[in-house]
Each structure stands twice: as structure tokens, then as C-alpha cells.
């Protein structure tokens, strides 16, 4: 008897990237600097000038995901390509620019998952206001989120406030705050519960200008493992866990600070100013599903030292890729049954992916069949998972087409479309598929069941 697939019918399948590490045009349309444009670059790095040109090629680039059988494809709008200083009225060109991106996707059967704010504040609000150390910069976020949220009410459905919110206590600059000294902790969680009021805002407008839409927090899960069963390195493993992943899900699921965040910040004098209605605020404005980018595990050793953020380590069971990630599907199983156990909202894996130097064969094309190997297990796993029991209704690849990374190397691939630029050699950004790109398009084709290799024929 054929046991019957695990994943519904409707399932969203697709790929995930950000407006700043694929569209370039940094500084045409009407588009202000972000942070993200002020940083220094890097030796071998690349600045974000055009990255891959997703702003003149978003037809092309549409196609081919139309192609791969997608339907659903994540991106970010850029804050400050719709309000270029952060303030004063919203930027026409820019509000334009995405109603044809959105259109396009729409048309080829695509929905558009966005998220708002991708660690890219308008750069005129990190030096004006110190970025979300400021409730000045909450409120203009909220007139952002009204403005595009009235915009594209019937064009987009869900929708993601912050990328990963759980790393703005570790890197504050992702907010645009300068911290006064990396000691500063009260200041991490005066911008950390400034961000969770933004958050809420964007909630609140959501349902009410969008009733029908749905809205997520979004973090990048950390599974951990405590490093051995001795019982201080167990407890190091919770309390990694709960500060790492469950703080802001907590949040975003019961809208209140967990106990063990509360207490402790009464006990150290630091409890962020709460302005009036807050409480109410993040009470009353919880979200309608949860939002994971997962890449890795780590273990947790037990530390004398009292330290801001927990450190984990690599894990010694466990084989890592080239930038020392290590590659555990099991743990994606683990962080999702975790996730529904504690909270029973339905999640939504955006993001998830390897990252790989590559160049183009002979043929035309890379031979990734790493790639396929690191996708099919974890697809395998959130099967598990979803027989266990946990409502996961959407899988996004991290990439797409290759893009630039976080930091700015184009050398750390993850896409099924190889395009060809390196750091500083735009090449002629042209794109190919790699051999990914037929065994996704089929696992789509099937829903999730046809998981094994592709012919070795490729497409050129």
C-alpha cells in the first residue's frame, strides 16, 4: 500500500533572498543609502551596487523560478527604496518598483512573501537617531509598514516583520544602533524591546489594513545540544536555548517577556523602558504563524564566566561546511517539533540552504550534487517532523539564484542559478542552471515526494 504524502496539497515551495543582496540599484529609482550601503567593504568582499541586478532582471529571473514550479518566493522591500531618508513622504518610484515585482511573481503563479525590515535601515536614521535605540524610529517604521502594507494589500499575503530578530541583542548594529560601549546591556535591550514594539505595530497594522493577511516573527533557529550529559552543561544547553531561540518566540506567541528574561534583567537593573501601552501592545498583537531560518546546530559547554551572549561551539559528531557550519537535518527536526510543542502556531521554514564556492563547468553548469544531498535530508526531516505531528505549511530554499552574501562575497553560492559575477568582476551576470535546478524542479513537481537524483543530463 502507497503511504499517502505527508505534505497538503497548497504547500508552498520556493526561495528566499533580500532586496540589498540581490537588486542593486543602490542609488537609482529615488533610493536613499541604507547601512547596509555605508558599510566598509572588504577586501575580496563586494559593495551592493548591483549585486545581481535583480532590479533589471527581475522578468528574467521570475521566469526561471516560474520554471523551477514555484510558488512562493521570499524577498525583503527596501525601507529606504519607498522612504529614502526614513522620514517625510514615501518615494513613488520605489512603491512602483515593487508593484511590478510583485505583478510579475503574481502572474507566473508566484506569491510574494515579504519581509520588512532585512538588518537595512535608511542610513540617515542611524545617524540622525541612533536606529531603533530611538521610538522615533519605531514610529517611523510603523509609517512605513502602514504605507506598503495600504499598497500591496492585494498583492501580498504573508508577511515577515524583522529577518532573524534573535540576533539584534548579539549585533545591535543590525537596528543601525551604535552601542556606547560593547559592554552596554541595557542599551542591547532597550533596541531588542524597541524592535518588539515594532514588531507589534506591524502586527496591529497588518490586521487591521489587511484583515486576511498573516504575519510572522521570524529568527534563525540555533538547535543546541549541550556538549556532554553532565548536568551543568545541560543546563548550559537550556539557557542557550532559551536566550538564543525562545525569547523571541515567546514574544512573538504569547506577547509578554518570558520569566526567565524578566527576571533576570530586574536582577542586573536593565529592564528596557516600557512607554505607556506597551504591555498591551505586545499582549494583544501576537502572530498568526512562525518563521525559521535554519542552518546549523551547536553545543553548549558550561562557562564560569558571566557573559552577555551564551558561546556555542562546533559540534565533534558532526561533519561542517566550508565557512564551519555544521550540516545536522536531525536538527531542523528537533527545532520544529520543539517549536510546535511549545507554542502550536503553524511554521513556515524560510530559509534554509549551504553555501559553497563554485564556478561553471565545461557545460555550463555546476554539478552540485552536495547541494541536492544537504536539501533532500533536511526535506526528509521536516517530513518527520510533519508525521510527528508538527503543521509546517511552506519550504523556502535560502538563495534562489546565487547572491551575494551577508558580508558581501558572491564566492558563498547557494543558489540553483549560478550567476556570473565574482567580487569585483561583474563578468556579464548572466544565468545558468546548475544540476539542483532540475532535482528541485521535480521534488516541486511531486510535492515533496520524488526526493532522489536527477538524470545526469543536465539542461545547459
Known sequence: MTKKNIIPEGFLWGGAVTSFQTEGAWNEGGKGPSIVDARPVKEDHSD????????????????????????????????SRIFPSGEGEPNEEGLQFYDKVFDDLLSKGIQPVITLYHFDAPLALAEKYNGFASRKVVDLFEKYCRTVFTRYKDKVKYWLTFNEQNLFLAQPQLLGVTLRDEKDEALRYQAVHNSFIAHAKAVKALHEIIPDGKMAGMITYMTTYPISCKPEDVIAGVKANELWNNFCLDVFSKGEYPSYVSSYLAQKGITPIFE????????????????????????????????????????????????????????????????????????????????????????????????????????????????????IFGYLTWGATDILSSQGEMKKRYGFIFVNRDERDLRDLKRYKKKSFHWFKRVIASNGVELGEVAETVQK
Open 48 to 79: 551592493w551596487n548591483v549585486a545581481v541586478d535583480y532590479y533589471n532582471r527581475y522578468k528574467e529571473d521570475n521566469s526561471l523560478f516560474q520554471e523551477l514550479g514555484f510558488n512562493a518566493y521570499r524577498t525583503s522591500i527596501s525601507w
Open 276 to 391: 505607556e501601552g506597551d504591555a498591551e501592545l505586545l499582549k494583544e498583537n501576537t502572530v498568526d504563524y512562525l518563521s525559521i531560518s535554519y542552518y546549523q546546530s551547536k553545543v553548549a559547554k558550561h562557562t564560569e564566566e558571566e557573559v552577555i551572549i551564551p558561546e556555542l561551539l562546533p559540534n565533534p559528531h558532526l561533519e561542517a561546511n566550508e565557512w564551519g557550519w555544521a550540516i545536522d537535518p536531525i536538527g531542523l527536526r528537533v527545532a520544529l517539533k520543539d517549536m510546535y510543542a511549545r507554542y502550536q502556531l503553524p511554521i513556515f521554514i524560510t530559509e534554509n540552504g549551504i553555501g559553497v564556492r563554485e564556478e561553471l563547468d565545461e557545460n555550463n553548469t555546476v554539478d552540485d550534487d552536495y547541494r541536492i544531498e544537504y536539501l533532500r535530508e533536511h526535506i526528509k526531516q521536516m517530513k518527520l517532523a510533519m508525521e510527528e505531528g508538527v503543521e
